[in-house]
């Protein structure tokens, strides 16, 4: 099975700390969706703000519309997380 390295709280800084520390107070903890992107911080964050974006910007959908489509998704693709 693949390994990507990700990379502890304490090993980051500048961005990377940004993101896991706006993760925290997000969902209480970093998530590994969150960590696995850890490599690239600027991914990380533009992935963070697209995720705000489709699931709390303006939508004709309601958010648990938008749950429920994510989690269907992750489903069907084997997802665990």
Known sequence: MPHVH???????SGVARREYDAAQRRAGRIWN?????????EVMRDSMRLYQSIMYGPSPLSR?????????TSRSNECHY
Request: no cysteine; glycine share 0%.
């Open 64 to 72: 648990a519309q938008r749950e429920m489509i994510a989690i269907v």
């Open 6 to 12: 990700v990379l502890e709280y304490d090993e980051t």
């Open 33 to 41: 969706i969150v960590s696995i992107q850890s490599q690239l911080p």
